[in-house]
């Protein structure tokens, strides 16, 4: 028997704002998602030059801007005069990087709820958590108190932070200790449960493909929320759900419902 309170937030999330349907990362993404009944979203937040958190995923220009140069070369207010649309199709041509804070106000107005990957540059880990959790922190203000990041505290609005770099988490939780954590894995780990615990996470984000049932239900066992990315098929989720996972993204949201688990 698990000894954590139920997962409180959707169990389906649009992957990157709007899954494979709109380019990445943007907030015409997570207007696809809603037209489509999405109300949660997993996206990436990344410094720009001036330590702004943007939405990007990679570090570098090339895949979703088609230029050459890294993200830290440009402010968030160069960057968002960026198309990064164009590359997904001709109806997202201009479509920007947006500003995390921008972002989660988009959110927050919208009832959307954020998991917000901190996607630090290599040797920006720190500084990315802090940033992150600072803006949300801003957004979010009347929402976030003292003992949200504890499982049986957390507020269903309130965006979970994850991330795969330990150091983000850590800055994170220093800057804003009331915002929910979860870690990020390709593989669960032998000692996921001190790592977890170490992090003061609530949640164990992993790669579907390597889960198994066995790991499934330990983790679910000791009371620690499951998070599964990125699950494209309605089967597939069926069975972790059978699992016990929590929750998943997914790029197939014109295939899985939002409301797919209830
Ligand atoms: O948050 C889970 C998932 O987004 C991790 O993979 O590369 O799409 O950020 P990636
Ligand atoms: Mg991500």
Redesign the pocket.
Known sequence: MSRAPAWPYPRVLA??GGGALAPENTIAAIRVGLERGYRAV?F?AMLAGDDVPVLM?DPTLERTALIVGAVSERSAAELERIDVGGWHSERFVGERVPTLQRTLRFCRDHDIWP?I?I?PAPGFEAATGAAVARVTAEVYAEMIFPDGDRADHVAPRVPLL?SFAPAALIAAREEVPGLPRGW?VDRVPPRWREETARLNCVSL?TNHRHLTDNQAHEIKRAGTWLFC??VNSPQRARTLFSWGVDAF?TDAIDRIHPDFAV
């Open positions: 992957h990157r997993e990436d995923h998991n990957e996607k994850s990020l984000h990315y990125t993204c």
